[in-house]
């Protein structure tokens, strides 16, 4: 049976933490492969998104996945104007890909505010779920979680083993608004293109 992590998200943009957790599954639970799966939308309420900065985070997500063979970009809800929810794909995901099993990959704020997701309950029969630390959310939070979500949902949940990394895409955001450099905190080839192509330097909601 074929194994396929899933590592959805804004991807605005795309640093190193996404890329270790995907390269941490990759290892640990032995997959043939990893998504990623920039969204269409982002969830920061009203953000106003437009075709080109869809269009550079896609970019930045190829650049960083490029040269990994066993690393690949997925456009699937890559699509302008509509959100695409988790339960959605990874049902459609079920049915394309009969005889695989899939490995949906989460940090810890993900796995905590998964109630919140549409249909959410869906999502638990289509993937094992990894979850990894994040932020304040310690071993003990994690398995605590993980067991509820078992108990109430019959959620399939692993915890996902990594390096903590206290990175987010706001951090780059706001460190290039800044003039800051990003370097060590995102590939080299996407630090070249956050400057190379002025990214983040206008103020707005989500800096
Ligand atoms: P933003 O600050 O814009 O919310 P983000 O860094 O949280 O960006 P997302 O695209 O929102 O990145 O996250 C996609 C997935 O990656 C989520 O499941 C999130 O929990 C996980 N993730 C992102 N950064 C880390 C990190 N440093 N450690 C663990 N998980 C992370
Ligand atoms: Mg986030």
Redesign the pocket.
């Known amino acids: 049976m074929k194994k396929i992590g899933i590592?959805?998200?804004?991807?605005?943009p795309?640093?190193i933490?996404?890329l270790?957790?995907g390269q941490m599954a990759y290892e640990s639970f032995h997959l043939d492969e990893v998504w990623f799966l920039p969204n269409g939308n982002?969830?920061?309420k009203d953000a106003v998104i437009t075709e080109e900065a869809l269009e550079h985070r896609v970019n930045m997500v190829e650049l960083a996945t490029e040269n990994v063979p066993y690393f690949r970009m997925v456009l699937y809800e890559a699509k302008i104007g509509t959100h695409s929810y988790t339960y959605e794909t990874m049902g459609k995901f079920n049915k394309l890909y009969p005889g695989t099993q899939f490995y949906f990959?989460?940090?810890?704020?993900?796995?905590f505010a998964m109630e919140e997701w549409a249909h959410f309950r869906e999502i638990f029969p289509t993937c094992i779920i990894l979850a990894?630390?994040?932020d304040d959310k310690d071993q003990e939070d994690m398995k605590e979680q993980i067991a509820y979500l078992h108990r109430k949902y019959g959620a399939n949940i692993e915890l996902l083993r990594?390096p903590?990394?206290?990175?987010?895409?706001?951090?780059i955001?706001r460190r290039a608004f800044r003039k800051q450099s990003v370097s060590y905190m995102v590939p080299d080839a996407v630090a070249n293109y956050i400057v190379q192509n002025n990214l983040y330097t206008e103020a707005s909601e989500?800096i």
């Open positions: 590592m959805g998200g804004t991807f605005d795309i640093h933490g996404h270790l957790l982002p969830p920061h990959i989460l940090g810890a704020d993900s796995l990894a630390m994040r990594a903590l990394l206290e990175i987010s895409s706001t951090t955001r989500s």
